[in-house]
Each structure stands twice: as C-alpha cells, then as structure tokens.
C-alpha cells in the first residue's frame, strides 16, 4: 500500500477499509482480518492497524465479538456513506469554492457544466 | 522496562571511545527504528544490547538482569541478526535441529509461514544460497525463535524489490504485544511504515526516542511551494515540489504520516531545536 503524506496512516487505512466495506469485500455482519492479518497485508506495525480499528470502532462500522474478533456492523455501509458526504460538505467543497474564487469561474458556469453532464 | 542501558561507555581500545556516559531505556511491544550517523556506534550498541560486548563502565539490563552475566534465561529470550554473518554449509533442517534447543519458544508453525512468505522453503541447504537468500533464511530462523527480543543490523541490505515488501510482511505479522523487535537502517524507506517508535543517536547521546503518534502530535511534515514558505519552519530541504519542510503541530492532533528522512535529517542537523519542541507542550 503506498501512502500519501498528508494523512495519518491510520486513517488511510481506515478509508480503504471502508471502500472494501462498501465494495462489498466485507459484508455487513461478516468478519474482517485479524489486526496482525491486516497488518501484514498493508505491511505497518500491528499498532497503527490496532488504532484503525479503534477508529473504526469509535465511528460505529465495526464491532468486536469477545474472542472472535472483528465484525462489520448492520448498519456500516450507511454510516460511510454519511461519513464520506459530511466530508466532502465540510472540507473538500469549501476548498473548490475557494478555487471558482480565485479563478473567477462564476458559479452559474459550474452550474451549466454539471447540467451538460447529466444529461450526457 | 524491556531494556535498560545505564551510562554506558564503551570503546574498542584505549585511544578511541563509542559511547561515553550513554542511557537508552526501551519497552516492549514496540517496533523500534534505530538511526544514526554511520560510524556512530548503532551496531555496537546492538552488541552491547545482547551481550555480545561487555561495556567498559555502565551496566546493560534485560529485564532487570544484567546481559554481561550472559546468563542462559537471558540470551534464550534475544535473538540478534547481524549486518553480516557467515552460516555453516549444512542443511536447513540440519541447522535449526542444532539450533533451536537454545530457544524455548521455538516455533515450527512461524518457520514455516515465514520461509513461505519470502518464496522458500524448509528443504534449502545454507551453503548453496546467495547472499540475500542466507539473510532472508536466517531472518526465518531468528524470528521462528519466537523471543521476546529481536534485534535486526541493516535488515533490509541485500534483500531484493519484492524481497524488502515480504520483509514488512513478516515482521509485521511476527509482532506481539510481549515483544520487541529493533531494527537498525539507514534505509529508512523500507521500513518507515514499520516502525512504531524512532530513536536517533550520535555517539554519546540520545538525540530522539519518542513514538511515532508522539511525533505526528508535535510536528507536520509536508511539501510546500518556495512561495507557500512562512517562517515558521523547523526545517526546510529542497525537494521536487519545492520544499520539504517541518512544521510545529499547533493542533496537537496527529495531522500527518512520519517522514522518517526528513525528521532524521533535521535531529542531527539541529539537535537542541527538535528537542525543544517536543519539550514545549
């Protein structure tokens, strides 16, 4: 797995658990990798995957089962969908108003490209 | 603690000294990363860890016991894999039937699904492997022996591409909470991902032991544009996108991933600023 600099790997990690999750890798209620399994899939230190899970965990997508491990929760895939929406409202829009700001792209324009887009 | 070095110092003959008062302590479960200067004595202070040099002044403990006395419940609980070593010309097999009475925790089950990870397996002769298979081998066998200590001299030397990906693999499956593994490199990007804790030294002194989180909460590193640059830089290098640069963590929360080159690069060029920060919050 290659890392990107500006997020903590732990977090990366989680985002690809939740793609495997929503591609369906892992179904909901279905067992996920051990964190030595994980570890050595993505190749870190078995304690950066521990602080994934407990991320994971703390976000409501997964869950342990005493002595059998990890489990994805019924309700996961809504949870990331969520997740990934209050993101893109919250940090990635912000960032491209700033763009059509600083590039003086007048909304409108924004709004025609989209329209052309679905329609195609 | 795991390991306890206490005011050591060490030299090779009377003209010339390593260490000079020089305190490490490190606990268990935990990969740690050892950097250093070449020259600055990383190798010999894996040595002196397991009780292949006896230090001049100071005392070496693991778990409480001092490793000078080489006393047999010590040396079974570590395993050293030096940068390099020469293995008899005998089987496999052969070697680790040897072997493996010195270790109580042997394990058969980790041989295998180590040697399996890195493409071999149990029926190779020691005398008729390269270079990187005998390393490769030999890693199998120090971490089928299962200690609670396993230390690695420039592991990752003489290992080819896919070879250094199997390596992470294997040690990172092969850690446990009782256990600690140190690996000593100056490759620094085939092990970064690894590591769970940093310790740089230069001779005397221990300029950095802090855990990765520890690092991430106090300083950002990230590439900005020669435009983008503040002033508020710890450190700053050239890179393709501008400049790499070392900012303090106002936020305290861990923000980014551990750039292992930078962060080496900027303790040793600027000892007492990096210590600073960390000493801030």
């Not at chain 1, 990107?4 to 369906?24: F, M, N, T, V, W």
Request: glycine fraction near 6%; proline fraction near 4%.
């Amino acid at each position: 797995m290659k890392f990107k600099e500006s997020r903590p790997i732990y977090l990366q990690i989680a985002d690809r658990i939740c793609d495997e999750i929503h591609q369906g890798i892992y179904p909901e209620d279905g067992r996920i990798p051990s964190v030595r399994e994980y570890a050595a899939l993505v190749e870190v230190n078995a304690n950066t995957v521990v602080r994934t899970y407990d991320y994971l965990q703390s976000q409501e997508i997964i869950y342990t089962r005493r002595g059998l491990g990890y489990f994805v929760c019924p309700k996961a895939k809504k949870k990331i969908f969520s997740l990934r929406k209050s993101v893109f409202m919250n940090v990635e829009l912000p960032e491209f108003f700033k763009q059509l700001r600083t590039l003086g792209i007048p909304i409108e324009e924004i709004v025609r490209m989209y329209g052309e887009q679905d329609e195609s | 603690m795991m390991m306890e070095i206490k005011n050591v110092s060490f030299g090779y003959n009377r003209k010339q000294t390593v260490f000079d008062d020089f305190s490490l302590t490190l606990g268990e479960g935990s990969v740690y990363g050892l950097l250093g200067r070449n020259g600055t004595g990383k190798s010999t202070l894996l040595y002196l860890m397991t009780g292949l040099l006896r230090p001049r002044r100071g005392e070496v403990l693991y778990q409480g016991v001092n490793v000078s006395l080489r006393r047999p419940e010590t040396l079974s609980q570590m395993f050293i894999v030096p940068e390099e070593f020469t293995l008899p010309k005998v089987s496999l097999k052969q070697f680790v039937s040897l072997n493996r009475p010195f270790y109580p925790r042997f394990s058969d089950e980790l041989l295998c699904s180590c040697l399996r990870d890195f493409d071999m397996n149990e029926d190779i002769h020691l005398g008729e492997l390269s270079m990187g298979q005998k390393k490769k081998a030999y890693m199998c066998f120090a971490l089928a022996t299962n200690t609670q200590l396993l230390v690695m001299d420039e592991p990752s030397n003489g290992l080819d591409i896919p070879s250094k990906s199997q390596f992470r693999r294997v040690v990172a499956s092969g850690m446990a909470e009782d256990k600690a593994v140190i690996i000593s490199t100056h490759q620094v990007r085939d092990i970064d991902s690894l590591l769970d804790h940093v310790v740089i030294i230069d001779g005397s002194r221990t300029l950095l032991n802090r855990s990765v989180a520890d690092i991430c909460s106090h300083l950002c590193f990230t590439e900005l544009s020669s435009g983008e640059l503040t002033g508020d830089e710890l450190f700053t290098q050239p890179s393709v996108h501008g400049q790499s640069v070392i900012l303090p963590n106002r936020l305290g929360e861990e923000e980014g991933t551990l750039n292992l080159e930078l962060l080496f690069n900027a303790t040793l060029a600027h000892p007492e600023k990096m210590a600073q920060v960390f000493n801030e919050k």
